[in-house]
């Protein structure tokens, strides 16, 4: 008995645990609220594609290894990609927030294929093709930069 009553004990404590981690996101009231959170999300992705910059600066300058370059563009593809499955699970309000998630939506989606590329890369070590393919970081990071502008 008392191992079974423990085995409830633990179940009910881990299902306790994980109701409490369950976070739904739920509509934005306005269109203001739903652009403050497009805001938000730009900057966020911007800051991973500034992240990868890094990362690919510091490999190709040889001040880095490519296992530990292709780890820091591992976390920049996962925070993107957090950031784009947070902002597309909020409702928006309106057909004008369904242009503008539209909008940011393809522009996250380019974000995640190109620091999916750069980290396949670095896993395969090739340091020319990295170097090559992060040409295309800076002007995805002025998009980012002007869309959060915008939407202040």
């Known amino acids: 008995m008392g191992s079974a009553w423990s085995v409830r004990v633990a179940v009910g404590a881990l299902a306790i645990v994980a109701a409490g981690c369950f976070q739904p996101v ?3 009231r306005t269109f203001h609220d739903y652009e403050l959170k497009a805001e938000s999300t730009a900057k966020s992705a911007r800051s991973s594609v500034e992240t990868a910059r890094l990362a690919v ?3 190709t300058d040889g001040d880095a290894f490519p ?3 292709s780890v820091l563009l591992a976390e920049a593809e996962s925070d993107a990609s957090n950031s ?3 902002f597309l699970g909020i409702q928006p309000p309106d057909k ?3 242009r503008l998630r539209d909008r940011l939506g393809r522009l996250l989606e380019q974000t995640g294929n190109v620091l999916s590329t750069l980290r ?3 896993r395969r070590a090739d340091l020319q093709q990295l170097k090559g393919q992060a040409a295309r970081l800076p002007a995805l990071s002025k998009r980012l930069d002007r869309f959060a ?3 202040e």
């Open 26 to 28: 739920g509509p934005a």
């Open 57 to 59: 600066q510091v490999a």
């Open 67 to 69: 296992p530990y370059v």
């Open 84 to 86: 784009q499955g947070t």
């Open 96 to 98: 004008h927030s369904d």
């Open 120 to 122: 396949i890369t670095a």
């Open 149 to 151: 502008t915008e939407h």
